[in-house]
């Protein structure tokens, strides 16, 4: 049986990259979906190929760091599929490496609004639509930089991302008992449009470099950060909430 049939989930950063291939594969597994990102062509054809393979889909284009856009997500899902069972709040930035010192209070202030004031915003309306539902599960894309792992210039970055699992974990605690669970997923190094690896100019010997900070000695496909999504979302995972699940090929503990 397909794990998500009958559920209903939004999934924002959907265009590409993680992103994208876990709304695909939240909708081979049964769910309806709505999807979000800045970039409606790219959520257009994302919906197209939903529907051809026999699933359901609505877009909401939009920046997910203003908040008639988060309550959009959420009124769409009521409306057309009913409620809402699932959120993977995915949507986020890296921003250009700096030093502290260079860092503008602008490139601050857009950092955190898109990576930690997004989530928040997304969460306070998704919560009353699960809490509807009798429960359901929200997830955060996280990094382990600022979590297991210090990098130079990526102060606003790590800063972020680390707020996300604060969020996350006083939001497992406060949700639980109305059967919402709470996680993030930390993924590694990832082959995705955003990655480092495929930045223009990037080399060979950068790809080495990234596939060498993981045990595996690679990095992972956005299907691969997905499958981990997809237990999270799913009744697989019960008993799982609090979690900053660590998706990372081993970044985390490699020293070698």
């Known amino acids: 049986m397909k794990s998500l049939l009958n559920k209903v989930a939004i999934v924002t950063g959907a265009s590409s ?11 081979s597994e049964g769910a309806r979906l709505v999807v979000s990102a800045r970039r409606g062509e790219e959520l257009d054809a994302l919906v197209d190929e939903i529907e051809r393979l026999g699933g359901q889909a609505q877009a909401v284009a939009g920046d997910i760091g203003d908040e008639d856009v988060a309550r959009r997500l959420v009124d769409v899902a009521v409306t057309e599929f009913g409620g809402l069972d699932i959120a993977f709040n995915n949507a986020g930035m890296v921003g250009r490496p700096a030093a502290i010192g260079d860092i503008a209070l602008d490139e601050w202030h857009e950092m955190l609004d898109t990576n930690l004031t997004s989530a928040f915003l997304c969460a306070k309306h998704q919560v009353p639509a699960m809490i509807e539902r009798g429960g359901g599960s929200l997830i955060f894309t ?5 979590h297991t792992a210090g990098m130079p210039e990526m102060s606003a970055y790590a800063a972020s991302k680390a707020g996300q699992i604060g969020l996350m974990k006083a939001l497992a605690t406060e949700l639980g008992g109305k059967g919402i669970r709470v996680n993030a997923v930390l993924p590694g190094g990832t082959d995705t449009p955003a ?3 495929n930045a223009p100019g990037a080399t060979p010997q950068v790809l080495a470099f990234v596939e060498g900070l993981h045990a595996l000695k690679r990095m992972a496909s956005p299907q691969e950060i997905a499958q981990a999504v997809l237990f999270l979302a799913s ?5 799982v909430t609090g979690t900053a699940m660590q998706v990372d090929g081993g970044v985390s503990v490699n020293r070698t």
Request: aromatic share 8%.
């Open 235 to 239: 009744s697989a995972s019960s008993f």
């Open 17 to 27: 990259g993680i992103g994208r291939a876990t709304a695909l594969l939240m909708a």
């Open 195 to 197: 990655s480092i690896t």
């Open 142 to 146: 996280s990094s382990f930089v600022g």
